[in-house]
Every structure is written in C-alpha cells, then in structure tokens.
C-alpha cells in the first residue's frame, strides 16, 4: 500500500490515510471527546482468547498472554513452560499491509514463582511521505515494538501479584522533516512498568471467583521530536472479575467482566470567541473553558486522570469502557466464547460483539477470535485474530524418567 501524507502528525499516522484522519489504530473514532495517547497500539487486544471474550482477560484462567491482561494470574499457570505466538491483520478494510503480532512466553521456577518475556510488534505498513506540492519525499514502514520481561509471585493460595518492566520504540516517520513535528521526526521511546494483582477462591463444589487489577503502562511520556513536545503513552487501569461454573467434570462455563479507564489527562474544553476563533491567555496559549491543562508532568497526569474531565464525574464514568465475555469448554479440550465490548459514544464509539473458538491437544493449542461491530462499514470489521500456544510440563516428564531409572 502506498499512501500520500501532506501533513505528517500524530493521529494523522494513527489514522494511516488521509480519508480516514478520524479513525486511530485502536478503531476508535477520533471526531468525538477521545483521549488520544502515543503508542495506541498498546492498548489493542493481542491474543484470540481475549480477543473472542469482548477484550475481557482480567481474571480469566492464566495462560501464556497472561503478561498482556494480567501478570500475577501467571503465578498460577499449570504448565512448566509455555509460550504463545498471535497475529491480527489490523484494520483491514481500509489497509491491507497493518498487522499486530504477539509473542510470548513463560517459565515456572517453582511452585510460586512465574518468569515471563513478551514482545508486541505493530507493522503499520508501508508510506509514501510528499512534500505541499505532493512530490514524493521518502518511502518508509512505520513499525512500533514493546518488549517487556515480567515475575509473578504466589503470596497465598489465593492471592498473587506480579511485576512487568517493558521496553517501548515507536518510529513513525523515520528521519523525514515534518511541518507538524516542526523538525525532523525522531523514534519514540519510553520505559514503563505494570502491576497486577489476582484473588482466586471455591465458591463450593462447583464453581470458582477471580478478581483482578492492574495498573498497565506506568511510564514516562514520550516524543517524536523535542522535549516540547511529548505525548502520554496509555496508562491504563482494568478491574475484573470472573466466574466458573463446572457443569460436570467435563463441561464448565466462565462468565467475565471488565472496567477499563485510560489513567491519561481528559482533554478540556477550550474558549472560543463569538466568530469561533481560539482566545488566549496571558501566555499565548489557547485558553482553557472547562477541564485541566493536559500538558502536565506525568505523574500528575496519571493520577489526576480521575478528576479531570471537563464535565466532571459523569464524563470521568462514560469513560469507562467495558467488557463481557463468556467461554464455555469441553474436557478442556474445545471451546466456544462470545464477548461484547462498550465504549461511550463520544469517547471513541466502538461498540462491537466477538466470538471464537479454542481447541487444545496434548501440547498444542490453537485459538480464533472474530469481531463484528454494531455500526456497518465500521474499520474493525472482520478482523480476525489467530493464536496457537505450546506447553508443557517438564517437571513431571523428569520425575517419569527417574521413576522408570529406579525400576
């Protein structure tokens, strides 16, 4: 794909194309009151399983993608080691080279104790940069990646927490000169953190709760040009909880659900004059009517993300997304979920359902996740998601092999 930028900016890239300006990478619909970060790729949905529950992952069942959703369930993984690898085609209706691709794995130390490396890499596809007069410039693939390792330690039988330091590079125009960057663009990069925590307990014979928070991408903002000008990346808080009911000893149904709020400073609403032209204040910045300055130091953007809406609480809670799903398995063998994921109509607007399956045999494993939003010709539709998993239990192949030795 070959696309012409005049202008080169921040949600201009996230969008990808000039016809679709209004739309970012996470198919959100930048026109209304979105919160808008660098980095979004972060926030999309990186495996199938989640992907086929409406994005909820919180406190479902630990597996390999733990390290996305929730680091401290890993603290409770069955296998020894594991890994995962996921691919997505990323807005396919409108591009035909964007993809998402998650890998990740896993390794037991002890019966506590969880190790953990990832790496998400977003391929934006290839770009033709021009020039005012529409005379190519340079061609260029904008690529982003996030490498992260993480722990994840049991602190009682049912309880954990876990820790994640990640790696963040962000190169969207390469070296070419941009109006809008004032300069020559730059990579981006920051270091972030995320802690998770995870409550597990029987409720009786035949059913089980989990709860889960964490708090993901803790870190430093981020530029692509000059210290003036740096971007929050998507510090995000999750609740979750799920629920397992085991039918009979071969059947069982979870049921999950998530809250989502970016912990990123609101936008705020800015004065205008009677002929709608910016009005400005005593240092020649645009004034500010309702809300907060959002070009704040990060820690007091982060926190004071809860009280910043310029609307007050009610705009803090319409942006909460939210997040439903149900998977049902059989002998821990196949699997068929659904989801459905809400957002607010002027916080981004995507509102889609999801379905999948899962199949699992001996050591291998395979997911698949569909999206279909409620708005027709919407950029999300018919993405598709694929993950396959590997894992295995080392430590009871080891105590076969001495066991047979002694016989």
Do not use: C
């Not at 696309?3 to 016809?19: H, M, N, P, R």
């Not at 190790?115 to 410039?137: C, H, R, W």
């Not at 740096?230 to 995000?236: A, C, D, H, V």
């Amino acid at each position: 794909m070959k696309v012409k930028i005049i202008v080169f900016s921040i949600a201009l890239i996230a969008g990808a194309s000039t016809a679709f300006a209004q739309v970012n990478v996470a198919g959100q619909d930048t026109s209304r009151r979105v919160i808008t970060t660098a980095v979004p790729f972060l926030m999309i949905a990186p495996d199938a399983r989640a992907g086929a529950m409406g994005d909820a992952g919180v406190a479902t069942s630990a597996d390999a993608n733990a390290a996305h959703w929730n680091i401290a369930k890993l603290a409770y993984i069955k296998n020894d080691i594991g890994f995962s690898l996921s691919v997505s085609p990323w807005l396919g209706k409108i591009i035909n080279d964007m993809s998402l691709s998650y890998l990740s794995g896993y390794y037991k130390i002890n019966k506590e104790q969880v190790v953990s490396a990832s790496l998400t890499y977003f391929d934006l596809g290839d770009m033709t940069f021009t020039d005012n007069d529409a005379k190519p410039i340079q061609n260029f693939n904008p690529r982003e990646f996030a490498f992260s390792g993480s722990y994840a330690r049991l602190l009682s039988e049912d309880m954990s927490l876990g820790v994640t330091l990640k790696f963040i590079y962000s190169n969207l125009t390469g070296n070419v000169y941009t109006s809008s960057l004032g300069g020559n663009g730059q990579a981006g990069v920051s270091v972030a953190a995320d802690i998770g925590w995870y409550w597990k307990t029987e409720l009786g014979l035949k059913s089980d709760l989990a709860l889960g928070a964490t708090i993901t991408d803790l870190g430093n903002k981020l530029t692509y040009s000059n210290d003036e000008q740096k971007e929050f990346i998507p510090t995000t808080f999750r609740l979750g909880g799920a629920y397992t009911y085991h039918l009979d000893p071969n059947n069982s149904l979870t049921l999950a659900l998530d809250f989502t709020k970016l912990m990123v400073p609101t936008p705020p609403i800015y004065e205008v004059d009677e002929n709608g032209d910016p009005v400005l204040d005593q240092n020649g910045q645009q004034a500010i009517a309702r809300g907060k300055d959002p070009d704040r130091p990060f820690l007091r953007g982060v926190f004071g993300s809860f009280s910043d809406a310029p609307d007050g609480f009610g705009e803090e809670l319409r942006e909460v997304m939210i997040s439903t799903g149900v998977e049902y398995w059989y002998k821990d063998i196949f699997a068929v979920r659904g989801g459905y994921f809400w957002e607010d109509a002027n916080k981004g607007d995507r509102k889609f359902f999801t379905m999948g399956v899962g199949l699992r045999y001996n050591v291998f494993g395979v997911d698949f996740a569909y999206l279909v939003p409620t708005t027709r010709e919407h950029p999300l539709a018919e993405t598709l998601r694929f993950t396959i998993h590997f894992n295995f239990e080392t430590r009871k192949i080891q105590e076969s092999i001495i066991n047979e030795g002694t016989n």
